[in-house]
């Protein structure tokens, strides 16, 4: 009982702490965060669990975008990124099994990505956590341009004043 309330305050203290920085600014973080906290289920492609490559074919899936359901298959996917030129809803690979390619996530922007994490869930982490900096192998881009701006970029703040709103 125990730990099961310390999961839920630390949940509730990720969710408090996220909710200020990137969450609730596009509809990509939205479909994320609803997520926070699934669990880990390993070949897992539903909001029931996930595996890290179910979790980024899932939101990927939300957004209008088909990819594979294999990281090293999703590696192959799109245009080749710099760490440093990372934006929103690029897919960052790791090799967490010291064969290749063996984890993915999604950057989220701040040096955070979302991913399914075999300990965790669906989570936040930073690139710069010693343990995936290490592991960091390569980012790919798959959404295009018109994609980015419409599911990812921040919405607009544009307001309707139009003829017929109320």
Known sequence: MKKIA????????LLAFQAGSVFAQSKMDGVI???IGTPYVY??????????SG?????FN????DIPHASISQAKLGKK??????????LVF???????????????????FAHSSSSKGVTISKLSDSYYSKRY??????????????????????VDGGEGSE
């Open 55 to 59: 979790f980024t074919m899932y939101v």
């Open 62 to 65: 939300k957004l209008g975008v």
């Open 137 to 158: 192998v390569t980012a790919r881009r798959v959404m295009s341009t018109e994609t980015y701006e419409k599911y990812a970029d921040e919405p607009s703040e544009e």
């Open 33 to 35: 965060d609803d997520l």
């Open 43 to 52: 070949t897992g492609t539903t909001a029931r669990g996930f595996d890290c």
């Open 81 to 90: 990124i710099a760490k440093a030129d990372l934006i929103a809803g690029d």
């Open 6 to 13: 310390a999961l839920l305050i630390g949940l509730a203290m």
């Open 94 to 112: 790791f090799n967490t099994t010291g064969r290749g390619i063996s984890h993915v996530g999604i950057y989220v922007g701040d040096g955070k």
